[in-house]
């Protein structure tokens, strides 16, 4: 089986902009997860979505928003960056054994 | 508040020496741990979960209730352990996981 997708691996973004962040599960995975990795604040919960609704939520503002599509597929994006949000931004999927998370790559967002 | 606590950053280790990586965790209910690890250049993985009760790679952890402690063990460190490992704790039986801020691990041959 394929892994855990993400695009894109690396990107740059000025402040005040927006950002889309991509996640591709492995096939059969229904549950999506996002995750910020900072130096600072190590890994931290965005949210879960499973079945397109939403199913956990983390301690991010607003600003901070996710959906999943049909397939699985999932999307998160960032609006009106700051330069704290700068980060390694890692999704993850689950097959169904709670805690167990297939990772992927991450997506290193830089906010300048 | 659901908090993990990994107090060191870094254990470097002789091959052959036993390793232990620490991890105290605060939560109020039931819980369930895990000890996740990035080798260089690989991604994020699983590596154990308590309820297995199993070992993986020759490393062992016991949930300590009493302790609140779920510590990483392995009796003789390898060069290929050498790695980023993390200890995390599941809110409430679901996929939202609260990690500790990680060991970094060095297996000196």
Redesign the interface.
Known sequence: KAGVTQTPRYLIKTRGQQVTLSCSPISGHRSVSWYQQTPGQGLQFLFEYFSETQRNKGNFPGRFSGRQFSNSRSEMNVSTLELGDSALYLCASNGGDTGELFFGEGSRLTVL | AQRVTQPEKLLSVFKGAPVELKCNYSYSGSP?L?W?VQYSRQ????LL?HISRESIKGFTADLNKGETSFHLKKPFAQEEDSAMY?C?L??Y??????????NQVVVIP
């Open positions: 369930e895990f996740y991604r994020l993985q699983l979960r993390y995390a599941s809110y039986g679901n996929n939202r996981l609260a990690f500790g801020k990680g």
